[in-house]
Nanobody, 114 residues
Framework: QVKLVESGGGLVQPGGSLRLSCAGS????????IRWTRQVPGKERELVAN????????DYGDSVKGRFTVSRDNRENTAFLQMNNLKPEDTAVYYC???????WGQGTQVTVSA
């Protein structure tokens, strides 16, 4: 069964950090670009970051540039999103996906609050 599973979300204070993981199973993620997005109820899904299959090409949404870093370990069939200097407006459900097939995980909640 093809699956993407996000983990690592939680509650963090403003200025804190979290590292999200995106584990693939049932397929080899190294062949595909991975995208991270986030969504707040009532709002459109927002691009957070893209990473190409090799891990060399990355791009970020404007609101997270300089604070978030996307990476991948193809040997572990996993992608990561390191989030630093978190702000309350980063609160959302974070999803990883394979945009080529519009395939997404179930999401992980990130809440930034004092």
């Amino acid at each position: 069964q093809v699956k993407l599973v996000e983990s690592g979300g939680g509650l963090v204070q403003p200025g804190g950090s979290l590292r999200l993981s995106c584990a693939g199973s049932g397929f080899i993620i190294s062949a595909y670009a991975i995208r991270w997005t986030r969504q707040v109820p009532g709002k459109e899904r927002e691009l957070v970051a893209n990473i190409d299959p090799t891990g060399r090409r990355k791009d970020y949404g404007d609101s997270v540039k300089g604070r978030f870093t996307v990476s991948r370990d193809n040997r572990e069939n996993t992608a990561f999103l390191q989030m630093n200097n978190l702000k309350p407006e980063d609160t959302a459900v974070y999803y990883c996906g394979v945009p080529l097939y519009n395939y997404w995980g179930q999401g992980t909640q990130v809440t930034v609050s004092a």
